[in-house]
């Protein structure tokens, strides 16, 4: 008698359950075809790989070379003394801008005028004797010989007057160019020995800069072409320059030729032996097809980029056909919010094709696209490193305005059904 309880109990307990279960779902509202297709749009949603697109859009691009190089002086003397002796005086410091011409220091005098009075005795002397022997020579008082002999002791020593003139000058140190003194070397009371550097000079407007170019680069530079400095001491400023000159022959060696740029800074910003970066522009386009860097994808020499496009429909099964048109009569496919009970449309499925691109021009983060892709096509930026042709992906930045186009057309279509 008590197993025959128990079956009974437990008769009662699965026709309860099987009760509840067929209330659910009528309350659901979903027949069994529906439920399955539900949990497939949100495994297709689960299983997308998350990207960022950008669409390939029409905007001015520049051609250009970049490189770097140090700014050297236009031109730089080492100003050394021309003579011996003590150093008395300066009058210019470090730092201080100077014209060609400008005194800069004093050597002590006192000996060079000595030798300059001992230049002009000897010489008056020599003068005199000449002036004897000219009139002797004339009476035939003296031989040849010796009107010779005075006539070149009179040369010889007029040329050591003005050495020791010139001597004198040299006392006094003068700077040789244009251009700021960049070291001093002496100071005052050293005793100063003939060809001891002084003073460095250097010019700072204008200012050259040397790149090495390669020499595919040969036909395209020209001489006047415009340039664009940036030195890294200098973030967020630019100074423009151009072409000075071009070298007409290619190192052997290094596969490169030397380009001279030209910068003229009236404000003395630049300084030479900063180092910078320059940018060459050669060629520009005004209406590119462009896509950003970040896009592109280089694998075994060819480039290519990742599309996102709506992915293609699944083929119908025969034996749902019936449920799948009464599904298609609705206007979307709702997903059961579990918690909460309402229903949230299910995303259109978008999956990833690699396409392959020519490139032409590139500029910062923007490349030119010769082919492959037209314009407003979407590509893959972030993420395109997991994904493969035909992965199915969600797009996490999706264009608000093409939202909004389509909620404006959906909703025109509905007004017409």
Request: aromatic content about 4%; charged content about 25%.
């Amino acid at each position: 008698m008590k197993i025959n309880k128990n079956i009974a109990k437990s008769s009662v307990i699965l026709a309860c359950a099987a009760l509840v279960s067929l209330s659910l779902t009528a309350c659901s509202g979903g027949s069994p075809a529906q439920a399955k297709g539900t949990k497939d749009a949100k495994a297709e949603v689960i299983n997308a790989v998350p990207v960022e697109v950008a669409r390939a859009a029409r905007a001015e691009i520049a051609a250009n070379y970049n490189g770097t190089a140090t700014l050297t002086a236009d031109h730089e003397a080492q100003v050394a003394a021309k003579t011996s002796g003590v150093l008395v005086k300066l009058f210019v410091e470090e730092g201080q801008s100077v014209k060609a011409g400008q005194v800069l220091a004093q050597l002590e005098q006192d000996t060079a005028r000595a030798k300059l009075a001992q230049a002009e005795a000897q010489m008056r002397k020599a003068d005199a004797s000449f002036n004897y022997s000219e009139k002797a020579i004339q009476k035939q008082l003296i031989p040849q010989r010796d009107f010779d002999q005075a006539k070149y002791d009179m040369q010889n020593l007029r040329a050591a007057r003005e050495e020791a003139a010139l001597n004198l000058r040299f006392t006094t140190i003068v700077a040789p160019v244009d251009g700021v003194i960049a070291e001093r070397s002496v100071k005052l009371g050293n005793l100063i020995q003939t060809n001891q550097n002084l003073f460095r000079i250097v010019g700072m407007d204008p200012l050259q800069a040397v790149l090495n170019v390669p020499e595919r680069q040969l036909g395209i530079l020209k001489s006047g072409q415009p340039v664009v400095l940036e030195a890294d001491a200098l973030p967020g400023r630019k100074f423009a320059g151009n072409i000075l000159r071009i070298a007409p022959v290619v190192d052997s060696n290094s596969g490169t030729f030397r380009v001279t740029c030209e910068f003229h800074d009236q404000s003395g910003t630049l300084k030479p032996g900063m180092f910078g970066r320059i940018g060459i522009v050669y060629d520009q386009r005004a209406d590119a097809l462009t896509v950003p860097r970040s896009a592109l994808v280089e694998e075994d020499g060819e480039t290519a980029v990742f599309v996102v496009e709506k992915a293609p429909d699944k083929p119908a099964d025969d034996k749902k056909d019936g449920a799948k048109k009464d599904e298609a009569k609705k206007p979307e496919t709702k997903v059961a919010d579990a918690g909460k009970g309402d229903t949230k449309p299910v995303a259109p499925g978008l999956v990833a094709h690699r396409k392959l691109v020519k490139v032409g021009y590139s500029e910062g983060d923007k490349v030119e696209i010769r082919s492959g892709i037209e314009e407003g096509t979407q590509v893959i930026t972030v993420g395109r490193n997991a994904v493969r042709d035909g992965t199915a992906v969600q797009v996490l930045n999706a264009d608000t305005k093409d939202k909004e186009k389509q909620l404006a057309q959906k909703s025109v279509e509905e007004k017409k059904a």
